[in-house]
């Protein structure tokens, strides 16, 4: 029988401090009414000063690790899914592999923004499938407000930080990964992009007054785009694996925009109490966004073994992909 791979256990981490919608309001020409009609969102976490993406992505692995049952020297490969790291040089990865007390093993960054977590998935799927990793540690792991400009009303009401983990590897089928994909177009990279702080326009006091360095976004673009991308995305791993959409038991969806959520559910056909949604407490946190909602399901009975769960994504580049697994 081949082997399958797929997830062995999860963990999250999100930072105490909450910032609700009436905080913005006090922050930007904003209302409560306005951010929840046409987002979802009432609420996301900011970091504290302290925390940085590496702490809190090993609090969240520590959890994914005691869940799978394996310790932190039995990684063979760890996979940082972040665009918000700790600094641009080294990877993020290199930080939570010391600072989980892992072996010298192989720890990278991987930069697909919202779509990280399921590209790190499928990219540890190969790893776990051909043998040379036994178990590997997918983290996604964003600090967006760090970069999210509190003058801007159409981003900051949107990003939150947030971190999860989870730990891949074997398992015996028909459990495991069925199917997934990734894309990149690049046409699109300006629809949501950081101009400065890169090769493009190094840090300075010109880019700084310029406002920079914070998140630039075309969010009426990026959304019919994130609708068609995510739902085409979603079909191609169900074709792959023969599997009608009608038979999903779980459809966690990169929690973006509850609009954009439910116009892909809605054109997939997929029923209403089968998609999960926790975009109302925890806002956007990119590549974050899909591995805090597998936890939430693991961790509350929602997700149970046998389950067919399909993930989908999109985001900044522009990235989109979609992994269909059974529980
Ligand atoms: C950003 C987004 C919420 C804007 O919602 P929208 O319904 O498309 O709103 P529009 O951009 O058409 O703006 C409508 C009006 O609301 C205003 N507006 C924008 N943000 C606002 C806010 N936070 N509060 C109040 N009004 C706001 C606009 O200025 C505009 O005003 P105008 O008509 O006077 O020009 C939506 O486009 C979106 O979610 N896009 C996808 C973004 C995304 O997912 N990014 C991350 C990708 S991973």
């Known amino acids: 029988m081949e082997p399958a791979a797929g997830i062995l ?8 401090k909450v910032l609700s919608n009436s905080d913005l309001e006090k922050m930007v020409e904003t209302s409560d009414q306005w951010i929840t009609d046409r987002t979802g969102i009432k609420e996301r976490h900011m970091a504290a ?9 090993v609090k969240a692995s520590r959890r994914a690790l005691e869940m799978a049952g394996i310790t932190s020297k039995d990684l063979d490969l760890i996979i940082c899914s972040t665009i918000s790291p700790d600094m641009p ?17 192989c720890a990278f960054d991987l930069a697909a923004a919202c779509s990280g977590f399921l590209f790190g998935m499928t990219v540890a ?10 178990y590997v540690l997918v983290i996604g792991a964003e600090l967006l407000t760090r970069y999210v400009d509190y003058k801007d009303r159409e981003t ?30 690049g046409r699109f990279a300006d629809h949501l992009y950081i101009p400065a702080g890169g090769t493009a326009s190094p ?32 079909r191609r791993v169900l074709e792959k694996a023969q599997i009608p959409a009608s038979q999903i038991d779980l459809f966690i969806p990169h929690q973006a925009n509850q609009r954009i959520t439910e116009a892909v559910r809605e ?3 997929v029923a209403p109490e089968k998609v999960y949604t926790n975009i109302l407490r925890v806002g956007n ?3 974050a966004s899909i591995p805090i909602c597998i936890d939430e399901c693991v961790r509350s009975g929602r997700l149970k073994r046998g389950d067919l769960v399909l993930m989908a994504a999109f985001g900044a580049g522009v990235t989109w992909g979609a992994v269909l697994m059974r529980w």
Do not use: W
């Open 156 to 185: 900051c009401v949107l990003f939150g930080d947030g971190v999860a983990a989870a730990v891949l590897g074997r398992v015996t089928p028909p459990s495991g990964i069925l199917a997934s994909e990734m894309h990149t177009d």
């Open 9 to 16: 256990g999860s963990g999250s981490a999100l930072p105490e």
């Open 203 to 234: 840090a300075s006091h010109e880019t700084v007054e310029r406002r920079a360095h914070y998140i630039k976004m075309r969010g009426n673009e990026l959304f019919k785009v994130a609708v068609r991308n995510m739902e085409d995305v979603s």
């Open 285 to 287: 946190t990119s590549s």
């Open 89 to 105: 040089l080294p990877a993020t990865a290199a930080f939570i592999q010391h600072d989980l007390g892992a072996r010298a093993c």
């Open 49 to 57: 000063p302290d925390e940085t993406t590496s702490t809190l992505s």
């Open 125 to 134: 799927e190969q790893f776990i499938r051909n043998g040379r990793c036994k």
């Open 267 to 269: 054109r997939l056909g």
